[in-house]
């Protein structure tokens, strides 16, 4: 027999299945994603997740339904971003629950990294070669995202901008690239093409969120 406080529970419960709806499509996991990393107006995602601007604007309208994401108008633009640290959490236990359950995942990652025989660095080793100065870190993400938020110290040079702006890059010392994260590879990309080019370079698996989650406080602009 149902009493009030079964009503309440299912109540409480078909909240939640508010954020697991409005995450349940491949595209707005990866809006979430990029969103992490910083704002960006409808376009940009568009550009980004390889859909129209339509259809992503209606994947983002779910995704603020949700209360997910917020937005901002300015002139014929509107910006999003993600509603708030908790929403950059529920992201970061999703993966590390993908990590450990679905075994697919790491198949995916290994398919990735199939003839690319790099060694990621730790987030202390880097941190030790950029003390000592052997090394110069660079942030190989959008500039958008790296005006956002970025490690101190690093230098944006975005991937597709690369191979054009080597001679900016000492050959005498360790290159280290970093990305978003263990789920992006635009690190493993540079490592690439810089090791084709002469030079010695190592990715970071670690992304942004990463190093601000362990208490790195990012610079902007």
């Known amino acids: 027999m149902s009493t009030p406080c079964d009503a309440l529970k299912d109540a409480l419960y078909e909240q939640l299945t508010r954020l697991t709806s409005a995450m349940s499509h491949p595209k707005r996991l990866l809006t979430l994603d990029l969103l992490a990393q910083g704002p960006r107006t409808v376009e940009v995602l568009a550009r980004e997740i390889g859909m129209s601007v339509a259809s992503t604007s209606q994947h983002l309208r779910a995704l603020k339904q949700a209360r997910l994401v917020e937005s901002e108008k300015s002139g014929l633009y509107v910006t999003y971003r993600l509603a708030d640290e908790y929403v950059y959490r529920l992201l970061d236990a999703l993966r590390d629950v993908g990590d450990s359950r679905l075994a697919e995942i790491e198949q995916i990652v290994r398919q990735a990294r199939a003839g690319r025989a790099f060694e990621p660095m730790t987030r202390q080793e880097a941190m030790q070669c950029l003390r000592k100065r052997e090394s110069v870190l660079v942030d190989v993400r959008p500039k958008e995202e790296y005006d956002a938020g970025h490690i101190p110290s690093a230098i944006s040079i975005p991937l597709a901008e690369l ?9 005498e010392k360790l290159i280290v690239v970093y990305c978003r994260g263990t789920y992006c590879f635009l690190a493993l990309q540079a490592v690439e093409l810089l090791r084709q ?20 406080k990012l610079e902007t602009g």
């Open 197 to 216: 080019k002469g030079f010695r370079a190592r990715h970071l698996e670690e992304g942004v969120r990463d190093f601000s989650a362990s208490g790195v």
């Open 163 to 171: 191979d054009q702006r080597l001679e900016e890059l000492p050959k």
